[in-house]
């Protein structure tokens, strides 16, 4: 398979597939292919079904085929921002927020990924529930306005406001940790907590979570009366 990221600030994932390779994608997530590319809608069992719908994803994917000779699909991003591309080997399985998912190759697996402590799930702005991808392949992630990568050596760390945390390698942990200072909390407007994520590991952080595109839009509309 080979592929293309074109378009900004709402790109488009193009793939090209050599006769009877397949790609999976998320509900809707299609743009455009050649007539050669042959849909099959799939559920993957009952838990697996159910492992999406607990990350936010729909129940059901689409897997498409190229038939008869070399096929081209695209993807597109569903809001503004990046759509990262990820190579997933058996020894780099990566961990990415929920609803991170756009297409990958077959041969990439899909399982949830519990964050060790319940508070780091709750607070840390990540989400209790994470997605885990593993197998070999390539991987596409929507990610939430531009992308920052860095690479944590053995115990290095850093603080990552609500919902910047995109990806991160498995072999990366996460954790909570309190805004210290009571001022700070009720003056500060940074909230209680940030995710404090150790390596050894690369991370990706976004630069524009959804929800802190929501907030600054909903500031600005008009109130309804």
Do not use: H
């Amino acid at each position: 398979m080979q592929y293309q990221i074109q378009g900004q600030p709402y790109p488009v994932a193009v793939l090209t597939l050599q006769p009877e390779e397949s790609v999976l994608c998320q509900k809707g997530a299609m743009s455009w292919m050649t007539p050669n590319m042959e849909m099959a809608t799939k559920g993957g069992g009952l838990g697996k079904m159910f492992s999406r719908a607990l990350t936010g994803e729909a129940m059901f994917q689409n897997q498409y085929t190229a038939r008869g000779g070399t096929g081209m699909i695209a993807f597109s991003s569903a809001l503004p921002g990046e759509i990262m591309p990820v190579a997933i080997t058996p020894e780099r399985p990566i961990v990415a927020q929920k609803s991170a998912f756009l297409a990958s190759e077959a041969g990439v697996s899909f399982e949830l990924y519990f964050q060790k402590k319940i508070a780091g799930g709750f607070f840390g702005g990540e989400g209790f529930i994470m997605q885990k991808f593993s197998g070999n392949g390539m991987l596409f992630l929507e990610i939430d306005g531009s992308t920052m990568a860095y690479d944590l050596a053995a115990g290095q760390s850093l603080l990552v406001d609500t919902g910047n945390l995109a990806a991160m390698e498995a072999t990366c942990s996460i954790d909570v940790q309190t805004v210290k200072g009571i001022g700070n909390v009720l003056l500060g407007g940074e909230g209680l907590f940030n995710t404090r994520v150790t390596g050894p590991g690369r991370i990706w952080l976004q630069t524009m979570p959804i929800s802190n595109m929501a907030g600054a839009m909903a500031r600005v509309m008009p109130s309804s009366k």
